[in-house]
């Protein structure tokens, strides 16, 4: 039963990529209606031959050979597979000053969006409109003699973690955080000796909803 529900997480990846209902998506590819492909969600049927056929002949990105067995890659161009990284489902700010202590739920594909270490959730306000909750923020551990003022960044700090754009403060020796709802939450002023860890914001999925 493990292998019949593979077989429909396959078809669903495509599907969700697609960005396609599971009914506009048969008739997408030729099929006469959805059932066939109900079919196969409810582990009453595998992958067919000619089902697989008839989604790589209309979207040719995808690997036939995964599609059918799951080895392999689910994109049949290098450039499209990008690096995976480990998605833990939990609150960026709450979660990641206890990393090596969790367990990432799945894996992120990265193809466009460069060099990152993990992916998370944002559950947070402050962002306002540029990161509203429920973001999934893609991020980079760096140094933090690396941080570029103007950029967004997770800061955790001996006594706060929270994600900021960070800004230089008059005192060299400290760092301004300011939120992107600049109205609703005030500047945090920080000293660079107080921060342990800094993520670099490389990317992120917001989600409309």
Request: glycine share 8%.
């Amino acid at each position: 039963m493990r292998e019949k529900r593979n077989n429909w997480e396959r078809i669903e990846a495509v599907i969700k990529w697609a960005n396609m209902s599971t009914n506009y998506f048969a008739r997408h590819i030729g099929l006469a209606r959805g059932e066939n492909l109900y079919q196969i969600k409810r582990g009453n049927n595998g992958i067919s031959l000619d089902v697989a056929q008839r989604i790589v002949t209309h979207f040719p990105q995808i690997d036939k050979l995964w599609l059918l067995t799951g080895d392999g890659q689910m994109f049949a161009d290098p450039q499209l597979r990008g690096v995976q990284i480990p998605f833990y489902n939990v609150d960026v700010e709450e979660g990641i000053a206890h990393l090596q202590h969790l367990e990432s739920e799945s894996d992120a594909m990265m193809p466009r969006m460069g060099d990152c270490d993990l992916a998370m959730l944002y559950s947070g306000r402050a962002m306002g409109r540029s990161i509203p909750p429920g973001t999934v923020v893609f991020l980079k551990n760096i140094d933090r003699d690396e941080i570029i003022p103007g950029e967004e960044y997770v800061i955790i700090s001996r006594k706060i973690v929270t994600l900021r754009i960070v800004r230089a403060a008059e005192d060299e020796q400290r760092l301004r955080l300011v939120a992107g709802d600049s109205e609703n939450y005030d500047d945090i002023v920080l000293d660079i000796n107080d921060i342990r860890s800094v993520y670099k914001v490389k990317g992120k999925l917001i989600i409309n909803t």
